[in-house]
């Protein structure tokens, strides 16, 4: 073992710096070797483990350093993502930066799945699946990162994930916010359409709600005939630690301050 690597493993490692493959995947690794795929496979594993390889999935790897001592080629996280799980596309925090309706990338990367995978960290990223059922797997569309095609949920896709499970884009705060500056961009209709789609008689009083306040036109029949109208929360977790007063239109404990509504000076 010479630097905590066998003689095959330093092997395989400087055939991917030479010719700067940074992703590998088994059957790779297995011809160029020479083995078997389950030899390569616990080459793989092994590498993993020694902190060399992370593993992405469908047996394949990302080399996360190299033995020249200076740092592996930036990849954009996105591309990363892509290769970890299937189906997926990305949204919350993650399509609001890149649709631009929130500054810069975070470091925490969101994809949605109707699979499952322990979240997992790889090259200073964290990569958070969010689990959905199959109903509620819609609204996105390939977009391409550098020469990578990725799915991406759409705008309204975003703001509507977002106003369900609202911790994974920041709050509910950040998500009117985001509403309020971007309405000439967004296809409320679409909004309306996706929030029916998803099943959630809360989120379509939520959403009821929002472009009630934000004056927006919408087609508000349409949108309650699909809400049972139930007695909610607004903001089920208090944030604002407001007394809630009920708003009879949408059947609403409103906990949030009128303030989040007003125009930007």
């Not at 630690?241 to 708003?247: G, H, N, Q, S, T």
Request: include cysteine.
């Amino acid at each position: 073992m010479k630097g905590g690597l066998s003689e095959t493993q330093k092997k395989l490692i400087q055939w991917l710096e030479q010719n700067n493959h940074w992703f590998v995947t088994t059957k790779e690794i297995a011809s160029y070797l020479s083995c078997t795929e389950k030899e390569a496979h616990s080459i793989g594993f092994a590498l993993s483990l020694k902190k060399w390889f992370a593993t992405l999935g469908h047996n394949r790897y990302i080399l996360l350093k190299s033995t020249q001592q200076q740092p592996p080629p930036f990849i954009d996280p996105l591309i990363i993502g892509s290769c970890l799980i299937e189906p997926y596309y990305f949204s919350f925090n993650t399509a609001a930066s890149y649709h631009k309706l929130m500054p810069s990338l975070p470091a925490q990367v969101y994809l949605v799945t109707t699979a499952m995978r322990n979240n997992t960290d790889i090259r200073d990223t964290s990569y958070r699946f969010i689990h959905v059922t199959p109903r509620k797997f819609f609204g996105y569309a390939p977009v391409t990162i550098g020469n990578t095609s990725v799915n991406m949920a759409d705008k309204e896709k975003t703001l509507v994930d977002s106003l369900e499970k609202f911790k994974y884009i920041g709050s509910l705060a950040e998500i009117i916010c985001i509403l309020k500056n971007n309405l000439e961009t967004l296809d409320v209709q679409r909004l309306v359409d996706y929030t029916v789609l998803m099943g959630s008689s809360t989120l379509i009083q939520r959403l009821g709600y929002i472009l009630d306040h934000l004056d927006v036109s919408f087609d508000e029949e349409f949108l309650r005939s699909y809400s049972l109208g139930v007695l909610t929360y607004f903001d089920p977790f208090n944030t604002f630690e407001l007394k809630p007063k009920r708003d009879e239109r949408w059947n609403l404990m409103i906990n949030i301050p009128d303030s989040l509504f007003n125009k930007e000076p």
